[in-house]
């Protein structure tokens, strides 16, 4: 994977707007775990493709440090043999002297040489470690963002179970609403009020049956008392029919 292809999924990634994503989502719950998984997959490339960079840049850091420690080195050599023609040259020695004087060259020949190859990858290694402290930065936010998602599908999941007991107490307490005739509370109570009022109606019946029955009774006590007076005029007992 290439810095370019790593900045570019980064950089769309993190700009994602979450909550636009679920607005316009028709099953929000599933499209946000696809995006948790689609992150958790960019990732892990993203760290594995900044893992291959840094380890590039240590490499490149450690040639540096390698040509820097050359350069010193050979400086020092340079500077021993350049010591040690002096001494012979002192001495009387002039070939000697001259010998150590050419090895002095060579060896600041080769300093330089050391020195412009550690110069030359110090803007590659400036630029490396530009690139690297992005890639972290990006790898940062793209965690974080994937944090939010999960935040977001746990929240979501919350709520829709939040709802659902909601509509579960709501149908539970419509179906005991005494004031809802269609609930089976409802009908019942409609049942027992026919009932007492069939109960009541045979009560009255009953008692008007009653009261009848007492009228009949009187109706025959007073035949009675006519047929003792016609009686009593028939054996001439003029008396008993005016007491």
């Given at each position: 994977?290439?810095?370019?292809?790593?900045?570019?999924?980064?950089?769309?990634?993190?700009?994602?707007?979450?909550?636009?994503?679920?607005?316009?989502a028709?099953?929000?719950?599933?499209?946000?775990?696809?995006?948790?998984?689609?992150?958790?997959?960019?990732?892990?490339?993203?760290?594995?493709?900044?893992?291959?960079?840094?380890?590039?840049?240590?490499?490149?850091?450690?040639?540096?440090?390698?040509?820097?420690?050359?350069?010193?080195?050979?400086?020092?050599?340079?500077?021993?043999?350049?010591?040690?023609?002096?001494?012979?040259?002192?001495?009387?020695?002039?070939?000697?002297?001259?010998?150590?004087?050419?090895?002095?060259?060579?060896?600041?020949?080769?300093?330089?040489?050391?020195?412009?190859?550690?110069?030359?990858?110090?803007?590659?290694?400036?630029?490396?470690?530009?690139?690297?402290?992005?890639?972290?930065?990006?790898?940062?936010?793209?965690?974080?963002?994937?944090?939010?998602?999960?935040?977001?599908?746990?929240?979501?999941?919350?709520?829709a179970?939040?709802?659902?007991?909601?509509?579960?107490?709501?149908?539970?307490?419509?179906?005991?609403?005494?004031?809802?005739?269609?609930?089976?509370l409802?009908?019942?109570?409609?049942?027992?009020?026919?009932?007492e009022?069939?109960?009541?109606?045979?009560?009255?019946?009953?008692?008007?049956?009653?009261?009848a029955?007492?009228?009949?009774?009187?109706?025959?006590?007073?035949?009675?008392?006519?047929?003792?007076?016609?009686?009593?005029?028939?054996?001439?007992?003029?008396?008993?029919?005016?007491?």
């Open positions: 994977m290439t810095k370019q292809s790593i900045f570019g999924r980064i950089s769309t990634l993190i700009r994602a707007n979450i909550n636009a994503l679920i607005d316009q028709e099953d929000p719950e599933k499209m946000l775990d696809q995006l948790v998984r689609d992150f958790t997959n960019n990732i892990a490339d993203a760290e594995a493709a900044i893992a291959e960079t840094i380890g590039n840049l240590r490499l490149l850091e450690r040639d540096h440090a390698e040509d820097v420690e050359t350069a010193k080195e050979w400086g020092n050599k340079a500077l021993a043999a350049s010591t040690k023609a002096d001494e012979l040259r002192a001495a009387g020695n002039t070939a000697d002297a001259d010998k150590f004087d050419n090895l002095a060259k060579i060896a600041l020949t080769r300093q330089l040489t050391a020195e412009n190859e550690a110069r030359a990858a110090e803007p590659q290694l400036a630029a490396q470690n530009e690139v690297v402290e992005k890639l972290k930065g990006g790898l940062d936010g793209m965690k974080a963002k994937l944090e939010e998602l999960k935040s977001k599908r746990s929240e979501l999941i919350a709520r179970k939040t709802a659902e007991a909601q509509n579960k107490v709501h149908d539970a307490v419509k179906s005991i609403n005494v004031l809802d005739p269609t609930s089976d409802g009908r019942f109570e409609d049942k027992v009020r026919r009932q009022a069939l109960a009541a109606g045979k009560a009255e019946l009953a008692a008007s049956s009653l009261d029955q007492f009228e009949q009774l009187d109706d025959l006590g007073q035949l009675t008392e006519v047929e003792a007076r016609l009686a009593a005029l028939k054996a001439g007992n003029t008396q008993a029919i005016t007491s």
